[in-house]
């Protein structure tokens, strides 16, 4: 019997970087991540007529977001065009149906952020679709679908977020409070299910990596009465690897090149080419690239 050809994705030696982990600097052999291509060109074309689609949707003045959103996930949930309010209105659509239709639609749910007393009920609303759009893609059976997932989130960062640079990746299940509050620079890369909670303002600078499960934060409540909210500005890289599992508190500068170790809480600022570890985290080491042209601070040269 002859051997079954192996089907699935293909290793291309192009340029995209899509798939890699940290920007490849010259003179840099080194990659983490290897580069992926799906085998069928039509699927790729499919997944880019979709990102295309919601675009040109998402530009359309005409067009209002509520249903965009609506009537979009109607669809990926149910696999089929839906008729929204033939279904609302028909007396055999069973209520859980018709609760489940309803839920689509951002004007029909709430989340967390927009209890918040400081949100900007303008800049908000004008996210709301597409943040819901975001939460509930990655919670439909497409949710884990990398190739996909990665353009739709990079598409919908570029409206949701204050700013969003270039190549930026974003994994499932990554979460923020506003959006309007984060900024966010070229080939940053959020891994699964962060939370970068941007009730203050967080900005993320070039070439940084937040890991799976890290929690940055930029408010906190005052020790004796919980409804006294502090709202801080976190600023974090360029260059600045955030490991997995860590806690930035509010107001934190993670500084360039510099690293916090797994499991760390960052509750003082990390200095340039400093790794920080534990709880609190505190330096360790220096690493042995640093050099004069970084920050003043940056405590060793490059030999
Ligand atoms: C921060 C890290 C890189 C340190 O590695 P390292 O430079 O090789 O440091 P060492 O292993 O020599 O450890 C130095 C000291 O810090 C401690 N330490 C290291 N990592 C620590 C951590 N995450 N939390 C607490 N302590 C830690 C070590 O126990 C050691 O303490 P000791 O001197 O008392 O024995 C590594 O521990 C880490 O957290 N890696 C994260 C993995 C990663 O890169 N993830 C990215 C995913 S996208």
């Given at each position: 019997?002859?051997?079954?050809?192996l089907?699935?994705?293909?290793?291309?030696?192009?340029?995209?970087?899509?798939?890699?982990?940290?920007?490849?600097?010259?003179?840099?052999p080194?990659?983490?991540?290897?580069?992926?291509?799906?085998?069928?060109?039509a699927?790729?074309?499919?997944?880019?007529?979709?990102?295309?689609?919601?675009?040109?949707?998402?530009?359309?003045?005409?067009?209002?977001?509520?249903?965009?959103?609506?009537?979009?996930?109607?669809?990926?949930?149910?696999?089929?065009?839906?008729?929204?309010d033939?279904?609302?209105?028909?007396?055999?659509?069973?209520?859980?149906?018709?609760?489940?239709?309803?839920?689509?639609?951002?004007?029909?749910?709430?989340?967390?952020?927009?209890?918040?007393?400081?949100?900007?009920?303008?800049?908000?609303?004008?996210r709301?679709?597409?943040?819901?759009?975001?939460?509930?893609?990655?919670?439909?059976?497409?949710?884990?679908?990398?190739?996909?997932?990665?353009?739709?989130?990079r598409?919908?960062?570029?409206?949701?977020?204050?700013r969003?640079?270039?190549?930026?990746?974003?994994?499932?299940?990554?979460?923020?409070?506003?959006?309007?509050?984060?900024?966010?620079?070229?080939?940053?890369?959020f891994?699964?299910?962060?939370?970068?909670?941007?009730?203050?303002?967080?900005?993320?600078?070039?070439?940084?990596?937040?890991?799976?499960?890290?929690?940055?934060?930029?408010?906190?409540?005052?020790?004796?009465?919980?409804?006294?909210v502090?709202?801080?500005?976190?600023?974090i890289?360029?260059?600045?690897?955030?490991?997995?599992?860590?806690?930035?508190?509010?107001?934190?500068?993670?500084?360039?090149?510099?690293?916090?170790?797994?499991?760390?809480?960052?509750?003082?600022?990390?200095?340039?080419?400093?790794?920080?570890?534990?709880?609190?985290?505190?330096?360790?080491?220096?690493?042995?690239?640093?050099?004069?042209?970084?920050?003043?601070?940056?405590?060793?040269?490059?030999?």
């Amino acid at each position: 019997m002859e051997e079954k050809p192996l089907v699935g994705a293909t290793i291309v030696n192009s340029n995209n970087s899509d798939m890699r982990e940290s920007p490849v600097r010259p003179g840099s052999p080194k990659r983490s991540l290897r580069e992926v291509h799906l085998e069928s060109e039509a699927i790729t074309g499919l997944y880019e007529k979709l990102i295309e689609d919601l675009r040109r949707k998402i530009e359309d003045p005409s067009i209002d977001n509520n249903i965009l959103c609506r009537d979009f996930l109607a669809e990926i949930y149910q696999g089929n065009k839906v008729d929204y309010d033939r279904l609302m209105n028909a007396d055999n659509t069973p209520l859980p149906t018709k609760v489940l239709l309803a839920s689509f639609d951002p004007r029909n749910i709430t989340l967390e952020p927009e209890y918040y007393t400081e949100v900007d009920p303008q800049k908000y609303y004008q996210r709301k679709p597409l943040i819901w759009l975001w939460i509930m893609f990655d919670r439909s059976p497409l949710g884990q679908n990398l190739y996909l997932g990665t353009r739709l989130r990079r598409l919908l960062a570029g409206y949701i977020f204050k700013r969003c640079g270039k190549n930026v990746k974003i994994f499932h299940g990554v979460e923020f409070s506003f959006g309007y509050n984060l900024s966010v620079g070229d080939n940053v890369v959020f891994h699964r299910y962060s939370l970068i909670d941007d009730r203050g303002e967080v900005i993320i600078h070039d070439n940084t990596s937040i890991s799976d499960y890290v929690n940055v934060y930029s408010h906190s409540h005052s020790i004796v009465d919980a409804n006294d909210v502090s709202l801080g500005t976190t600023e974090i890289g360029p260059n600045a690897r955030v490991t997995y599992h860590s806690t930035v508190l509010s107001g934190i500068k993670i500084g360039n090149e510099a690293m916090v170790g797994s499991f760390g809480l960052v509750t003082r600022n990390v200095r340039p080419h400093h790794v920080n570890v534990g709880i609190p985290a505190k330096s360790v080491r220096v690493k042995p690239n640093a050099c004069a042209s970084c920050d003043e601070d940056c405590g060793r040269r490059v030999i």
